[in-house]
């Protein structure tokens, strides 16, 4: 989806170093991360790579060993989590059960000094906003999970907290109304403007959503970036394997440029091999696929995924391919088809092989 961005200068949030033991395990290990107002970041990356501790330590749920925390300049160490000023929303539902949706966002508004009267007109026009006015008088039982999201949303931004915090909010829903929330949270997010940290390790939905990706391996940050320079411009193998799919070419560096099946391409992270044998990392939209009787592929598998298909070939040395095809033409590219198989020249990632 398309989004115009609230993001203005400055730092909101600044992680400064942070690092957290779990025994022997380095959690984060000098993470450094800075957020600008308004801004929506995600943190994207495999299972412990430190996400979640980055969130919580940022919460006051966790400390860290060393480092700093910044929110508006100001070093919160010493800040106990409900004074953080904070909205959290977790992945497991958090709403109180024996309390209404409308009362669940009001629950967040007791300790400030509000009439009980401002507190429900507060709590009602935020269930407005997460587009759940009418279900203001449920209990959460009765709301679906992707509904008591929404509740739970509208009560982390009924305190209007300088920092909302999600950790993988969407992940227990079902496909399709984890889409729509997200782009829902997005439409909300940039209403409300408030500077938001969001967690998944779901490739997409840190693409589709948030102003900058920040992709995270072994408790710091590997790269980050707006979407498409994650896409498109990974600066590492691993960003580049964890972000969409790539083909893995065994090739040949040499003065600056890669040689990967009779095609010489430039290199997007020059530094990583000087010369010598290589693992090119090649996007399926940049492999071409031609029926040709001559050819040494074979289409082995076609995917029909809406417009655009993957059609996957194998070639004589026994590497499998995928390319990303208009499904136009998949008529003409069955399995068994002979294929010719070019690589556009577009930059690709490299590590040694
Ligand atoms: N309280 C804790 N005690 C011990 N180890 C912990 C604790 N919290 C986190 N860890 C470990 O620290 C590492 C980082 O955990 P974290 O939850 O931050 O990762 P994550 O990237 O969010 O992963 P996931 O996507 O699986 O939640 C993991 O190896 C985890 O097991």
Do not use: W
Request: charged share 20%.
């Amino acid at each position: 989806m398309t989004t115009t961005t609230a993001v203005s200068t400055g730092v909101a949030v600044r992680l400064e170093n942070v690092s957290r033991r779990f025994g022997d395990l380095q959690a984060l290990d000098g993470l450094d991360l800075d957020m600008s107002p308004g801004e929506l970041v995600a943190l994207l990356g495999p299972s412990g790579c430190g996400k979640t501790t980055a969130l919580r330590i940022l919460a006051g749920l966790e400390d860290a060993d060393s480092g700093r925390i910044l929110v508006g300049g100001k070093d919160i160490a010493n800040v106990p989590v409900n004074r953080r000023d904070m909205g959290m929303v977790f992945q497991a539902y958090s709403l109180f059960p024996h309390l209404t949706a409308v009362e669940n966002v009001e629950f967040g508004l007791r300790l400030r000094r509000q009439s009980a009267a401002a507190r429900r007109r507060r709590a009602r026009d935020m269930l407005d906003l997460v587009g759940i006015g009418t279900h203001a008088d449920h209990y959460p039982q009765q709301l679906s999970g992707g509904q008591q999201q929404r509740v739970a949303l509208a009560r982390a931004l009924a305190i209007q907290p300088q920092v909302l915090l999600l950790d993988e909010p969407l992940s227990a829903l079902d496909a399709k109304v984890r889409i729509q929330l997200r782009d829902e949270i997005r439409r909300i997010q940039l209403e409300v403007g408030t500077t938001t940290l969001f967690v998944t390790h779901d490739q997409e939905e840190a693409l589709a959503l948030a102003d900058r990706v920040g992709v995270m391996r072994a408790g710091r940050l590997e790269q980050i970036g707006s979407p498409e320079d994650i896409y498109r411009s990974p600066a590492t193998g691993f960003v580049a394997e964890f972000v969409g799919l790539s083909n893995r070419f065994a090739g040949h560096v040499k003065d600056g440029g890669v040689e990967v099946l009779d095609t010489r391409l430039p290199l997007m992270n020059p530094g990583a091999v000087s010369s010598g044998p290589a693992t090119a990392l090649v996007r399926p939209e940049s492999v071409e696929v031609t029926a040709d009787p001559a050819g040494a592929g074979r289409v082995v598998a076609v995917s029909f995924l809406g417009p655009l298909s993957r059609v996957t070939v194998t070639l004589p040395d026994d590497t499998l391919v995928v390319a990303q095809v208009s499904s136009a033409r998949l008529a003409d590219l069955p399995p068994g088809t002979a294929v010719r198989v070019t690589l556009l020249p577009v930059p690709v990632v490299v590590s040694a092989a």
